[in-house]
């Protein structure tokens, strides 16, 4: 199949999503398929035409600027349309992607304007803000310009598969009357199996990551003395937190705490992919601030099952009417005590549900 995906951006280690297509498409062209990338609104300069390498694959990829006007824009994507001659486009959708605001109102009308004899597959990375009942006024209000942003897309270019990674937003989609199978979110951070590094199974040594962004209203305080209280029976296990990549305005309070109850911490700032693995390799346990009820869509997390780490989720509250989330298999969601306890006895239990290969495998199953 020739299968061009469209999303919003593509640099590097800079756009999550856009990783997360370069990888779906190696995989896709290692088993014989066509692929190719367009960045709609790129964060390069100019308009390019590049080859991008993932994993010995190489992949053609148009980076359209975000400044570009939507006419030109048009021109090009239709163009390339014309060259490549899809038999599906596979949408990577994310609001913020095709606008910085989050309200891209000339998309729907924008692909439908396009022609050719293509058929849609839609993946929703994201949908509207403003679902939590915490929510402000404000983000209900922009959460609701961004539904009707989204009923229109799919009313306009009548996508035959819709895939999500969420169960809420798999609900959400329900709700507007639309049936969508779940695609599990797989690692970005490919396993860096050469690494002399062994997790260190000693219990004088107990060693947590935290991967990416912070998410900001976790309990710091109250999990780190849960933890210490848990912890004062074996005296001489020494505690260490590991923070990975750049992970925001976020990680000073977590720092004051740790500094403040005398515990070991570093901090890497930007590594490389192969580095992430490397550290991510050496931990016993990972901590997500990802709110539970969203940790389907999290990359962080995503990477660190991927380095089979049982994870515990230190999060604000976040909830949704109506919507109850099921329990993982990976991740306890921290609210006491009794919860770390629970969390330290578990071992990882692998499953092919993050995993490349599965993913790819269930993308194309829904295309036939």
């Known amino acids: 199949m020739n299968i061009l995906f469209i999303c919003g951006a593509v640099g590097i280690g800079s756009d999550g999503v856009g990783d997360y297509t370069?990888?779906?498409?190696?995989?896709?062209?290692?088993?014989?398929?066509?692929?190719?990338?367009?960045?709609?609104?790129?964060?390069?300069?100019?308009?390019?035409?590049?080859?991008?390498?993932?994993?010995?694959?190489?992949?053609?990829?148009?980076?359209?600027?975000?400044?570009?006007?939507?006419?030109?824009?048009?021109?090009?994507?239709?163009?390339?349309?014309?060259?490549?001659?899809?038999?599906?486009?596979?949408?990577?959708?994310?609001?913020y992607s095709f606008n910085p605001k989050g309200l891209p109102f000339w998309l729907p009308s924008f692909f439908e304007k396009l022609e050719g004899n293509h058929k849609w597959q839609i993946m929703f990375?994201?949908?509207?803000?403003?679902?939590?009942?915490?929510?402000?006024?404000?983000?209900?209000?922009?959460?609701?310009?961004?539904?009707?942003?989204?009923?229109?897309?799919?009313?306009?270019?009548?996508?035959?598969?819709?895939?999500?990674?969420?169960?809420?937003?798999?609900?959400?989609?329900?709700g507007l009357g639309y049936i969508s199978q779940i695609l599990?979110?797989?690692?970005?951070?490919?396993?860096?199996?050469?690494?002399?590094?062994?997790?260190?199974?000693?219990?004088l040594e107990l060693k947590f990551c935290i991967f990416g962004s912070i998410h900001h209203g976790a309990p710091v305080l109250k999990f780190i003395k849960d933890l210490k209280q848990i912890l004062l029976s074996t005296n001489d296990t020494v505690l260490k937190f590991v923070f990975i990549g750049h992970c925001g305005v976020a990680v000073e309070e977590w720092k004051?705490?740790?500094?403040?109850?005398?515990?070991?911490?570093?901090?890497?700032?930007?590594?490389?992919?192969?580095?992430?693995?490397?550290?991510?390799?050496?931990?016993?346990?990972?901590?997500?601030?990802?709110?539970?009820?969203?940790?389907?869509k999290s990359g962080s997390l995503a990477a660190m099952f991927e380095h089979n780490l049982p994870v515990l989720c230190v999060a604000r509250n976040w909830n949704v009417k109506k919507f109850y989330q099921k329990k993982e298999m990976n991740l306890i969601n921290y609210e006491d005590k009794e919860t770390i306890k629970e969390f330290m006895k578990r071992t990882f239990i692998e499953s092919n549900e993050n995993n490349l290969e599965f993913v790819a495998l269930n993308f194309l199953n829904g295309l036939k």
């Open 184 to 203: 599990p979110l797989y690692s970005n951070i490919i396993k860096n199996k050469e690494s002399n590094i062994k997790r260190i199974n000693d219990e």
């Open 125 to 174: 990375h994201e949908l509207w803000i403003g679902m939590d009942v915490k929510a402000s006024y404000k983000h209900k209000i922009i959460g609701f310009l961004q539904q009707k942003i989204i009923i229109k897309l799919l009313k306009k270019i009548k996508a035959k598969v819709i895939n999500t990674q969420t169960d809420l937003y798999q609900n959400k989609l329900s």
């Open 22 to 95: 370069r990888r779906l498409c190696g995989r896709l062209i290692k088993i014989g398929h066509k692929t190719g990338i367009v960045a709609l609104c790129d964060h390069n300069s100019s308009y390019v035409i590049e080859n991008q390498f993932i994993e010995n694959m190489s992949i053609t990829v148009h980076r359209i600027p975000i400044s570009t006007n939507n006419k030109e824009r048009l021109i090009l994507l239709q163009e390339i349309l014309n060259t490549f001659r899809p038999e599906w486009i596979s949408l990577q959708f994310v609001l």
């Open 256 to 296: 004051n705490v740790l500094l403040a109850n005398k515990i070991q911490f570093e901090i890497t700032g930007f590594v490389n992919d192969k580095e992430i693995s490397t550290l991510l390799s050496s931990c016993k346990y990972g901590i997500s601030t990802t709110p539970y009820i969203l940790s389907q």
